[in-house]
């Protein structure tokens, strides 16, 4: 049997931690283990990567229910073997990470572990993100946000698929929501919601108030529309090589958000 143990942080709600740490994953994917206190039960969220030890560990619980918070394969590579090895239908915004269940839909409440969660659309990481409020998990209840909201530093936008239209409407949507502690998809759980979520939406504005500097700036030196490898080297000089391509990547859902809707 696997010598992984799950760490508990509420009543309701415990983390595997997946060997998978990288620049983008930080210290691995956490698993989420969720039950009522006295429940045989339990609702995982997502399954993590293919990774034999720690899928074994999630299937030695007596799994009701699989929720997959986005379609990146740091959580839904094991979709498939944890499906085999518990017999637990899996819930995904998307069909083809759903098994023996349907989609997820926005708004809708789901009940398992004998708890009961409300599901919300949150995409801008990616178009099929999904967060999940546990409403009576403590004072303020607590919010599985996958990696809309991470628990160290920031997340990225995946464009073309992931917008940043979306991802500033999603943070109005989080807002508007409890005060609940943020269990995220990676990192350490944080106290606020509210307050990270405020963060997050000034480090945005912050960033596009860079990007218009940078695009004047390359535009009164060349003749040339600024590619999105300049535009990235003057906004994120200091960027880690191993995340170099996430800081283009949310530069393009940037740059496309100026476009559409400031025609910069």
Not at 30 to 54: K, Q, T, Y
Not at 146 to 168: E, F, K, N, Q, V
Not at 207 to 224: C, K, V, Y
Request: aromatic letters at 4%; hydrophobic letters at 40%; a negative charge.
């Amino acid at each position: 049997m696997s010598k992984q143990h799950a760490i508990r942080v509420t009543d309701n709600a415990s983390f595997l931690l997946a060997p998978n740490p990288g620049p983008m994953s930080l210290d691995g994917t956490n698993s989420w283990i969720l039950r009522a206190p006295g429940s045989e039960h339990a609702l995982i969220v997502d399954p993590g990567p293919l990774d034999a030890s720690h899928l074994a560990a999630l299937a030695a619980e007596s799994v009701e229910l699989i929720l997959i918070t986005h379609r990146h394969g740091d959580h839904t590579e094991g979709i498939d073997t944890l499906h085999r090895l518990t017999g637990a239908p899996v819930r995904a915004a998307l069909p083809e990470h759903c098994r023996d269940a349907p989609v997820l839909e926005d708004g809708e409440q789901i009940e398992a572990a004998g708890l009961r969660l409300l599901a919300i659309a949150t995409p801008g990481h990616t178009s099929d993100s999904f967060s999940f409020l546990l409403p009576e998990d403590g004072a303020q209840g607590s919010m599985l946000t996958g990696d809309t909201i991470l628990g160290r530093g920031t997340t990225i936008l995946d464009a073309p698929d992931g917008t940043l239209a979306d991802y500033l409407a999603t943070l109005d949507v989080l807002e508007s929501s409890p005060d609940a502690l943020v269990l995220p998809a990676h990192g350490p759980t944080l106290p606020s919601l509210h307050t990270i979520v405020r963060h997050y939406r000034a480090h945005r504005h912050e960033r596009l108030d860079q990007i218009r500097a940078a695009l004047a700036q390359l535009r009164a030196a060349s003749t040339a529309d600024p590619t999105i490898g300049q535009v990235t080297d003057a906004v994120y000089a200091d960027v880690d090589p191993a995340v170099r391509g996430a800081a283009e990547t949310s530069v393009m859902a940037q740059l496309r958000y100026l476009t559409e809707f400031e025609g910069v």
